[in-house]
Each structure stands twice: as structure tokens, then as C-alpha cells.
């Protein structure tokens, strides 16, 4: 009917745009309070709770789907275009990276018993340089994201090859160092595992720094990536 109101508003378009928004702040939230976690369990020594890493992990996996299901809606909706556009997709791919360094950070979680020894051993050097350098680029990640900060986030995404030089380095440290004490090798595989997972969450947030140059940009560097 002439005159009749649109079914859409603009004030209602970005209400779910700040919702989905929203609920990506919540994953970078929960995935970030994980990587703390694994942190505190390298320099510390400290046990983390089994029940709390899945229930984050559950958690990311619920935040992901919602994620997913708003932005499905924005899309059929709305049908957005430039920069709406890419807030949405770009969205739904900084919810995949969150996901997946939930569940790195949980392996490490799970894994802390079979690590004890190689900890003890590592005395925070090894295992506790990859996460330092993963962290950074995870909270930077962050703040690139809520502060729009397309130039930080080139930076971040430019950090791929010192990540993965880094855990190339840490494991010959780790086999060097089994190869001169036996004791060593019942942790050896997880110690391996940890650093794989450490290089992932690093990776991730150089994911997550390439997408936020995609958001405010528009340039999508992903295919730029170190092979």
C-alpha cells in the first residue's frame, strides 16, 4: 500500500548490527580469559578446571551460531552493501577465529597434567615465549577490533611468519632437550602439541588482524598469506 512505513528501519538495521557486534566482543571476551588461563597454567604451574574450559569452549560454540544466525538474518533482511557488508562478513569470520582458539587454548587446558613435567622442566622459557608472543597478538587483535584500527590490524596480520619461525624454533628446542634428558619424553608429545596449539591462537590473531583491514578497508590480504 502507497504511504504505508517500510517493514525495515535504519534504527533497526543497526540495533542488529551493534547486536552481532556485540556478540563478537563476547567471544573475544571469552576466548581471551582461556589464553589467560593457559598462561597462568605456564608460569604458575597452576591447574586449571576441566568443567570451566569446556563450559568457555561451549560457550564460543553458542556465540559462534548465534553469530552465524544474525548475520544469515542482517543479510535476507537488509541486503547490505560497502562497509554494512563487510562489518556482517566480517563478523561471521572473526567468530570462526575466536571459535577455534577456544579450542586450542582448551587442548592445553585438558592437556596440563601430561605437561606438568616438561613445565617444571621448561622453568617459562620455551612454552611461555610462544604464548607471550600468541597473547600480544591476541589482545592487540582485540583492540584493533573494537577500535576500528585498520592499521594496527596490518601490523597484527604481518606477524604471521615470526610466529610460525618462533614455534619452529621451540621445537627443535623441545627435541634438543629430550634427546639430552629421557625423563623428558612422556611429556614430549604434549609439550609438541602445546606449541602447535600456541602457534595456532598466534595465527588466529593474525586472522583476526586481516580481517579488521578487511572491515575498514576493504582489502582482503587473506590471500597475501604466508604459505
Not at 504505508?4 to 580469559?33: C, N, W, Y
Not at 562497509?83 to 596440563?112: K, M, N, P, W, Y
Not at 622459557?125 to 591476541?138: F, N, R
Request: aromatic share 4%.
Amino acid at each position: 500500500m502507497e504511504g504505508s512505513p517500510t517493514p525495515h528501519t535504519l534504527e533497526d538495521f543497526d540495533l542488529e548490527l551493534q547486536s552481532i557486534r556485540g556478540a563478537v566482543l563476547s567471544m573475544a571476551a571469552t576466548a581471551k580469559q582461556m589464553v589467560d588461563e593457559v598462561g597462568q597454567l605456564l608460569s604458575e604451574d597452576k591447574k586449571p578446571s576441566a568443567s570451566k574450559a569446556k563450559q568457555s569452549e561451549k560457550n564460543l560454540d553458542q556465540l559462534e551460531a548465534e553469530v552465524d544466525q544474525q548475520a544469515r538474518m542482517i543479510l535476507l533482511k537488509y541486503q547490505p552493501v560497502a562497509t554494512d557488508l563487510r562489518e556482517v562478513t566480517g563478523a561471521v569470520r572473526i567468530a570462526t577465529d575466536f571459535e577455534q582458539i577456544g579450542d586450542d587454548a582448551r587442548s592445553i587446558l585438558l592437556h596440563a597434567k601430561d605437561l606438568k613435567a616438561w613445565i617444571s622442566y621448561d622453568s617459562h622459557e620455551v612454552l611461555g615465549k610462544q604464548w607471550d608472543q600468541s597473547h600480544q597478538l591476541l589482545t592487540d587483535a582485540c583492540d584493533a577490533f573494537s577500535g576500528h584500527d585498520a592499521e594496527k590490524g596490518e601490523m597484527i596480520g604481518d606477524s604471521k611468519s615470526s610466529v610460525r619461525k618462533l614455534a619452529n624454533e621451540s621445537r627443535d628446542h623441545i627435541s634438543r632437550a629430550v634427546a639430552n634428558n629421557h625423563g623428558l619424553a612422556p611429556s614430549f608429545v604434549e609439550a609438541v602439541n602445546a606449541i602447535h596449539a600456541l602457534e595456532n591462537i598466534g595465527l588466529h590473531a593474525c586472522s583476526l588482524g586481516e580481517t579488521v583491514v578487511f572491515i575498514e578497508t576493504s582489502t582482503d590480504r587473506r590471500d597475501k598469506r604466508t604459505r
